[in-house]
């Protein structure tokens, strides 16, 4: 299904193997491979409403590039593992870098991110969407991501966000 985002919470031998296919150029492998026979308990989809929560956490674009920011970190800023990011993200955040996420993530309050979604208007987000609806199903789905981002770090896992454009 198009611009549906997904996250994914890899164990080490996961994460060793979707790096692996990165430098041998083999990343078509991954629809095939871990998102088809996804462990549920490590999954999290975000719907289309990843594209305002990136935009929201970050400067308001859907800039895809890495990120020394935490929250930059999440969708597009981690390691991208994907050249082709107008047709399909692969982003990678490292187990060891999960932390400074899921510290961060702890500070989002629901005001300081109706405040971010409120500034999308008149940027290049789409117009038409900006509304009460856009906004709680946004926040809907986003809140979910604070206590997977968590676990997964508890669990010492990377997280693999996805989205076919």
């Keep these: 299904m198009p611009c549906r985002g997904a996250f994914f919470a890899l164990s080490a031998t996961q994460a060793e193997h979707l790096l692996a296919l990165a430098r041998d150029d083999r990343l078509a492998q991954v629809q095939d491979g871990i998102e088809a026979t996804w462990d549920?308990?490590?999954?999290?989809?975000?719907?289309?409403?990843?594209?305002?929560?990136?935009?929201?956490?970050?400067?308001?674009?859907?800039?895809i590039a890495r990120s020394e920011e935490?929250?930059?970190?999440?969708?597009?800023?981690?390691?991208?593992?994907?050249?082709?990011?107008?047709?399909?993200?692969?982003?990678?955040?490292?187990?060891?870098?999960l932390g400074a996420v899921s510290e961060a993530l702890?500070?989002?309050?629901?005001?300081?991110?109706?405040?971010?979604?409120?500034?999308?208007a008149?940027?290049?987000?789409?117009?038409e969407l900006i509304s009460d609806l856009d906004w709680e199903?946004?926040?809907?789905?986003?809140?979910?991501?604070?206590?997977?981002?968590d676990q997964a770090q508890r669990e010492g896992r990377s997280i693999l966000f996805t989205v076919d454009q």
């Excluded at 935490?70 to 990678?92: E, F, R, V």
């Excluded at 702890?106 to 999308?120: F, G, H, I, N």
């Design 106 to 120: 702890k500070e989002v309050t629901r005001d300081w991110m109706k405040a971010r979604y409120e500034q999308l």
């Design 137 to 149: 199903y946004m926040w809907g789905w986003f809140s979910r991501i604070p206590g997977f981002v």
């Design 122 to 127: 008149g940027t290049d987000y789409p117009q």
């Design 70 to 97: 935490p929250l930059g970190k999440l969708i597009a800023g981690g390691s991208q593992l994907y050249a082709d990011t107008q047709n399909y993200i692969l982003n990678l955040i490292h187990a060891g870098e």
């Design 40 to 63: 549920e308990a490590h999954l999290l989809q975000t719907d289309k409403a990843w594209d305002a929560i990136h935009r929201c956490l970050t400067d308001g674009t859907l800039t």
